[in-house]
């Protein structure tokens, strides 16, 4: 049990250390007392973000509120902390978002305080963005289940390309499966070390689970859309891979055309181009 003291007997996680590992941010669920009731419906607890931090003596202080918080009206949650300490990403359905969930960055001003949240639109997209993690790289991964991808929230990473955001890329198998996929962890080369997941087979809801790091083979198909009559390339069009003996992977190609797809060793697959209204 993490030495903190909440105050609540709900939900909390989701945390993240600044460099020094003294102050910790992290996901609760308080219950208000002033939380606003509807009659004959159900009341939602949303979650929020706080922050504490590690004292002289190693224990660590009372949690603090984001000041963005808004228990009543929205959640803020899934927080991460650059290495600067200057930039906390988040997850919320705060108003004015693209989606359900949208990825935040809040950046600290010149006076210590964190400044208005900036919604990240260059990721996010009509449906869930959450989970936002920088490698060393400063490539970004998250969760979205907005994207073409393998099931429910499925793990992304987007390249950087200068001081914006390049291609974002579906992680494919084994990262994610059928079914939700988030809540994840690099290790110190940048590499996914744990995720949460619902996959099939798990003990509970949602588990978590380590990704083994061993090297082995890799198999990749790549190839291009193209008009059988005119010969050039169909960009976005939707691909679909689907296994011999039954399972799907779906995909986009991009604005050239191009796509590709993981492989499993020692299977036969079918690939499937199509696109609306061609």
């Known amino acids: 049990m993490f030495p903190i003291k909440t105050g609540t007997k709900y939900h909390v996680g989701s945390a993240t250390f600044t460099a020094d590992g003294n102050t910790m941010y992290f996901t609760m669920t308080p219950i208000p007392n002033d939380m606003e009731k509807v009659k004959n419906k159900p009341s939602t607890v949303n979650v929020e973000i706080y922050s504490s931090t590690r004292g002289t003596d190693g224990s660590w202080g009372e949690p603090v509120a984001f000041p963005y918080n808004d228990v009543n009206k ?3 949650g899934d927080p991460f902390i650059s290495t600067s300490g200057t930039s906390l990403y988040f997850a919320s359905n705060m108003p004015g978002g693209k989606g359900g969930t949208d990825i935040y960055v809040s950046l600290k001003t010149d006076a210590g305080e964190w400044g208005k949240p900036i919604n990240l639109e260059e990721i996010n997209t009509a449906g869930n963005e959450r989970s936002p993690v920088f490698d060393a790289n400063n490539n970004l991964f998250f969760a979205s289940d907005g994207y073409v991808g393998m099931g429910g929230l499925d ?3 987007a390249l950087r390309d200068g001081a914006g955001i390049g291609k974002i890329e579906n992680m494919g198998y ?3 499966s059928p079914q939700d ?3 994840f ?3 110190e080369k940048g590499g996914i070390a744990y995720l949460s997941s619902n996959r099939n087979n798990g003990v509970g809801n949602d588990d978590i689970y380590s990704i083994d790091q ?3 083979i890799a198999f990749r198909l790549e190839g291009t859309v193209f008009d059988k009559k005119t010969n050039q390339p169909i960009p976005n069009a939707l691909l679909t891979l689907a ?7 779906k995909t ?3 604005d050239n055309g191009d796509y590709k797809f993981n492989l499993s060793a020692e299977t036969e697959y079918n690939v499937i181009a199509e696109k609306t209204n061609y």
């Open 74 to 76: 929205y959640s803020v």
């Open 155 to 157: 793990v992304f990473r």
């Open 252 to 254: 986009e190609a991009d």
């Open 181 to 183: 996929d988030f809540g």
């Open 243 to 249: 296994k011999v003996n039954g399972g799907t992977i």
């Open 174 to 176: 084994p990262f994610n």
């Open 185 to 187: 962890s690099l290790n």
């Open 214 to 216: 061993k090297m082995i």
